[in-house]
């Protein structure tokens, strides 16, 4: 058997719905308190504030199990297991490291004959 995770391993249910609910819950508790909800206040604040930190768990809910998806199936199964030896950012090295800017070998222009 390979070792290679599959599709359906990177992207488990139940860790990506734990996750958005983990966000959610922090956005809804963070709205509370800074609507003064664990306060002394009239009903109607209170209320006010329990219908506005609901919404903001709901919509943080729904755009981080949405942005965590979309960012999983940008990531290629086949790939997660490979290591890289050179750094991610660079070009590969299948380029001539000796070329200077400007020359043929670089991608630069052709010198005249």
Do not use: N, W, Y
């Not at 995770?5 to 509370?32: E, N, S």
């Not at 009239?42 to 755009?63: H, K, M, N």
């Not at 199936?73 to 997660?80: N, T, W, Y």
């Amino acid at each position: 058997m390979t070792d290679r995770p599959t599709r359906r391993d990177l992207m488990k249910p139940v860790q990506l719905l734990g996750l958005a609910f983990v966000c959610a819950l922090f956005a809804g508790i963070v709205t509370l308190v800074s609507m003064g909800f664990f306060q002394s206040k009239p009903g109607d604040q209170i209320e006010r504030a329990l219908v506005i930190a609901a919404i903001a768990a709901g919509v943080t809910f729904i755009v981080v199990l949405v942005v965590v998806a979309l960012l999983l199936l940008a990531v290629d199964p086949a790939q997660v297991g490979k290591t890289l030896d050179r750094p991610l950012l660079l070009p590969p090295d299948d380029e001539t490291p000796d070329a200077q800017p400007g020359s043929p070998a670089d991608g630069g222009p052709a010198p005249r004959s």
